[in-house]
């Protein structure tokens, strides 16, 4: 098609165009919906990104008031432990936010013409949700929210208590429900204060329940012994 038949084409089009708006087949917006429609998208938008950072800091939050990086320490089983309780609650919902900004990100695109990449704002949602969310964690901001999440170790494969005393192979400690446990150490070597043994310090460590009485964990991995 030559330049002559594209322009003559969109001569046509522009005319059938008015023709149809002078009939009031087609009705024009008028600017000021427009200009609403783009500050309510914009809106969400930030909305949006507030929500990702707050759920970021919940995370933060859950994190750190239990200390469950700490079970990364204790290798491939420890792993476990620090995966199987994360708050997934908080993270879907920063995921659902990051879905819905892109989703608005895309409405406003409709209206700016050439504007920024959307498949590069998610990367730079999720990299400014992470930074502004650490922030408020940082403030506090998921320490006064508290949040919902109660997830705990698994005690089938993890305990974490306060020491009460200790004594040949075994370890007495607390856990986080208020229950005695006796905790059967790896070793053959009982635990002394040069260890880092010390009562009302915390112990963490991996292993099995016992299968008769679950208030006696079998350790194959220990961390010892920290204030928390």
């Not at 900004?101 to 013409?113: K, P, S």
């Not at 997830?151 to 993890?158: D, E, M, V």
């Not at 986080?176 to 635990?191: N, R, W, Y």
Request: hydrophobic fraction near 45%; charge should be positive.
């Amino acid at each position: 098609m030559s330049n002559v038949d594209r322009d003559q084409e969109k001569k046509d089009i522009k005319t059938r165009v008015m023709a149809d708006i002078k009939s009031k087949k087609v009705r024009m917006r008028s600017r000021l919906v427009f200009v609403v429609e783009k500050l309510g998208l914009e809106g969400a938008l930030f909305l949006m990104v507030i929500s990702g950072a707050v759920f970021v800091s919940l995370i933060f939050y859950f994190i750190t008031s239990t200390r469950l990086e700490k079970f990364l320490g204790l290798g491939m089983p420890g792993a476990k432990v620090f995966f199987a309780t994360l708050p997934y609650d908080y993270i879907i919902f920063f995921i659902l936010a990051l879905a819905l900004a892109v989703y608005f990100a895309n409405r406003i695109e409709l209206f700016c013409g050439k504007c920024e990449r959307t498949d590069t704002f998610a990367v730079w949602f999720f990299l400014g949700a992470l930074a502004l969310g650490i922030f408020f964690g940082v403030m506090g901001v998921g320490s006064f929210l508290g949040g919902w999440s109660h997830n705990k170790i698994p005690h089938n494969a993890a305990i974490h208590g306060k020491i009460k005393n200790f004594m040949d192979n075994e370890v007495t400690v607390v856990d986080e429900e208020g229950d005695v446990i006796q905790v059967f150490l790896p070793s053959t070597k009982a635990p002394t204060k040069t260890d880092g043994y010390m009562t009302d310090k915390f112990l963490r460590a991996v292993g099995t329940r016992d299968k008769t009485n679950p208030f006696i964990f079998h350790a194959e991995k220990v961390q010892c012994c920290e204030d928390d």
